[in-house]
């Protein structure tokens, strides 16, 4: 079985390039809607949420997740506050990613463990932090998504709640892309519109269908 990451920086089309895999009937997998599922059904982990931000209860005992970004990536106004914001920022993401990444990690070893019992013979799995996390080894190959800066923040400032301070403070913890794609096997192009996205992840699938015939 040939297991492909599927990262890139913050819209820059990663939700699109999964979409197109999954239309092509590969077994994927985001990590996005893993820790999505987790916040919904684990207990546990939204009442230690619930004890440091009590503000991200909702009516039914669920987390809200927009509230929880606010804390995760806070807005500040001026210099003094943001030097004190970003250190709030790295203290509150490293809390949640301790807590959340060991239940990411056993729900992706349970994806692959079924993609074995069924006999897939390529699975996409969607990391945001791939690289920055260190994991590359773990797959066969890695393919980025790239679409220019301008055109990233230009999405990213349309999502709800976003921010230009938090889109400073979210790229501020990932990989350049100039440095991502030294570290990847292929890159799938997403700023120039979705035929020719959707034609750069069928060429990669292309490459990587090849590799898997030469084993």
């Given at each position: ?5 599927l ?9 699109f ?12 997998y ?25 503000n ?38 490293m ?22 019992r069924?006999?897939?013979k ?20 890695v ?21 230009s ?32 996205g ?18």
């Open positions: 079985m040939l297991v492909i990451g990262t890139g920086s913050i819209a820059s089309g990663k939700s390039a999964l979409q197109v895999f999954t239309s092509l009937r590969l077994h994927t985001s990590a996005d809607d893993a820790v999505h599922k987790i916040l919904v059904a684990d207990t546990k982990l939204k009442q230690q949420i619930f004890l440091r931000f009590p991200t209860r909702d009516k039914d005992n669920n987390v809200i997740r927009r509230k929880l970004a606010q804390h995760v990536y806070a807005d500040a106004k001026n210099s003094q506050t943001q030097n004190s914001n970003s250190r709030q920022v790295d203290g509150n993401l809390w949640l990613e301790k807590l959340i990444h060991p239940k990411v990690l056993i729900s992706r070893k349970k994806f692959l463990q079924h993609c074995r069924v006999g897939a390529i699975v996409v799995i969607e990391i945001p932090l791939l690289l920055e996390t260190g994991i590359e080894n773990e797959f066969d190959h393919v980025m998504t790239f679409a220019p800066k301008y055109l990233r923040k230009k999405r990213a400032l349309k999502r709800d709640g976003m921010t301070l938090r889109w400073r403070n979210i790229n501020r913890r990932q990989m350049p892309d100039c440095k991502k794609k030294t570290k990847c096997n292929g890159v799938i192009i997403s700023g120039l519109g979705k035929v020719v959707r034609r750069s992840v069928v060429k990669s699938l292309y490459r990587f269908r090849k590799s898997l015939f030469r084993r």
